[in-house]
């Protein structure tokens, strides 16, 4: 069951007692390259005979086709997921083996599948409670993240390191672990609403390390008093809340970024950018 396409190196069951005692001792003492195979060998056997198409792909993401004779059934997953759960503390050995599908397998004829990585790009939709809204989830796929759901057998004590929990810490980990080029790319082509959506969810962070602060500070979250999506790194930021306007015939520099909403200010205050009143950005 849980190494499929092995099934032609394995001893036939019939074998009389004698004969497999006899197979097992040879194993044991190493002889003609039979093999007493136990939990330590299963990633090493499931890494070498994985789906031929599944190997020959650079990408994180394969597909699984339920009518593809060459790929596991929809019950190897549960049952792989049910033995490392009883013989694997950690994941580790697993990385770069094809093991979380990304959607509900049941009834489903095929279903994208997720590596485990190190530097994971993969957070659940809802785990432990905690929900990912669905604009986020959203966005987070079309940066180059993927959002997994459904799936409730899907547990592990060491998954939280692969898939993580839904949180805005959790989205931002997978944003700073994605193609930076790319994730700018995508965030400026997305629209105003995915972008202040994305902000909000973020300016609920208690606090920001240095990395992570650096790295939102180059990210185009913000806009120029002309409009345009810029990033924070090295500007000021100019207060337009409360009703405050800054006259539109009035010159301002492009290293001044629009304060225009609470969630800005919070975002702004978190990446420490200096806000200005409407006086000061006139001078």
Not at 41 to 47: I, N, P, Q, V
Not at 71 to 90: G, I, V
């Given at each position: 069951v849980l190494l499929p396409f092995c099934k032609p190196f394995f001893?036939?069951?019939?074998?009389?007692?004698?004969?497999?005692?006899?197979?097992?001792?040879?194993?044991?003492?190493?002889?003609?390259?039979?093999?007493n195979i136990?939990?330590?060998?299963?990633?090493?056997?499931?890494?070498?005979?994985?789906?031929?198409?599944w190997k020959q792909t650079g990408k994180n993401l394969v597909t699984w086709d339920n009518n593809n004779s060459q790929?596991?059934?929809?019950?190897?997953?549960?049952?792989?997921?049910?033995?490392?759960?009883?013989?694997?503390?950690?994941l580790s050995p697993f990385t770069d083996i094809p093991l979380i599908p990304v959607s509900s397998l049941s009834g489903s004829q095929t279903v994208s599948v997720a590596k485990l990585q190190q530097n994971t790009t993969l957070i659940f939709q809802k785990s432990k409670q905690l929900n990912l809204p669905d604009r986020i989830a959203q966005?987070?796929?079309?940066?180059?993240?993927?959002?997994?759901?459904g799936n409730e057998w899907l547990r592990h004590v060491d998954l939280d390191s692969y898939v993580?929990?839904?949180?805005?810490?959790?989205?931002?980990?997978?944003?700073?672990?994605?193609?930076?080029?790319?994730?700018?790319?995508?965030?400026?082509?997305?629209?105003?609403?995915?972008?202040?959506?994305?902000?909000d969810y973020l300016s609920y962070l208690d606090s920001l390390s240095k990395a992570e602060k650096d790295f939102l500070l180059k990210l185009p979250l913000f806009q120029t008093m002309k409009g345009f999506s810029v990033a924070a790194q090295s500007k000021q930021a100019v207060l337009l809340i409360s009703g405050l306007t800054v006259p539109t015939e009035l010159p301002v520099p492009d290293s001044i970024i629009q304060c225009s909403t609470e969630t800005d200010r919070r975002l702004l205050q978190?990446?420490?950018?200096?806000?200005l009143d409407t006086?000061?950005?006139a001078n």
């Open positions: 001893i036939p069951h019939d074998l009389t007692v004698a004969c497999s005692a006899h197979l097992k001792e040879l194993a044991r003492r190493n002889f003609f390259k039979v093999t136990d939990a330590s060998h299963l990633a090493e056997y499931a890494r070498r005979y994985l789906p031929p198409d790929h596991p059934p929809s019950d190897w997953f549960q049952e792989f997921w049910r033995f490392l759960n009883s013989h694997f503390n950690e966005l987070v796929n079309k940066v180059g993240g993927t959002v997994v759901r993580l929990c839904p949180s805005p810490r959790s989205v931002l980990k997978v944003l700073m672990n994605l193609d930076f080029q790319h994730l700018v790319t995508e965030l400026t082509s997305a629209s105003h609403t995915a972008r202040d959506e994305l902000k978190l990446l420490k950018v200096h806000l006086a000061e950005a």
